[in-house]
């Protein structure tokens, strides 16, 4: 498994990341959708972090049913090494549900084994479209960079709008994979469900 390892530091996190932290932190009101202040490091792959980091706090896995299931929860980045690195800076010395984080550079189909959250950047369609179709049954997110992905592929995908970060949700995605989102995360997130009697319109 290719890992970055949480404890070596990228370049100085401390001040650089309160603000997206303060996305991060706070999902229970709109504020979670707003652009971050001006003064505040603010690319699009770094806001995208923070939400992972929401998304790893407000989905609920299923309990374990192997003995020696990893306790660690591990975050694998496909196609976005930028990315990655992002997580690395946000995510040092954090926990997601009292677990600590592993961010881990997906090269090969074996590098899925025990993920939590995968996110999806570019890919060879041919190549990863069967192991993301069998990743889609086991109980791990799958994170993309379009509605679409979320509607077609994955559970969430990233997407822009008035040029802020926003997220679609495909719940009927997250049942199959016997995953949950909280209320709050669906009231912020536009639905791209399968049944189009809940999904909400395109954007």
């Not at 926003?166 to 997250?174: D, E, G, T, V, Y």
Request: hydrophobic letters at 45%; proline letters at 7%.
């Amino acid at each position: 498994m290719r890992s970055l390892l949480l404890h070596l530091p990228l370049f100085d996190r401390t001040r650089h990341w309160l603000c997206v932290l303060g996305v991060a932190l706070a999902i229970g009101g709109e504020s979670v959708a707003q652009p971050l202040p001006a003064a505040a490091p603010r690319s699009e792959r770094q806001v995208k972090a923070a939400y992972i980091f929401n998304f790893g706090r407000f989905i609920v896995w299923p309990e374990p049913t192997r003995r020696g299931a990893s306790s660690i929860f591990t975050i694998g980045v496909l196609g976005d090494d930028r990315l990655a690195e992002d997580l690395v800076a946000l995510l040092h010395d954090r926990t997601i549900r009292d677990q600590p984080v592993d961010i881990r550079r997906v090269r090969a189909p074996e590098d899925l084994d025990d993920l939590r959250i995968l996110v999806v950047g570019e890919l060879d369609s041919l190549r990863w479209t069967p192991s993301l179709a069998a990743l889609r049954e086991k109980p791990v997110l799958i994170v993309g960079s379009t509605p679409e992905f979320a509607r077609s592929i994955g559970h969430v995908g990233f997407y822009l709008d008035d040029q802020r970060v926003r997220f679609a949700i495909n719940p009927s995605a997250l049942r199959r994979s016997n995953l949950q989102a909280s209320s709050r995360l669906l009231s912020l997130a536009l639905i791209v469900d399968t049944d189009p009697v809940a999904a909400s319109p395109m954007p």
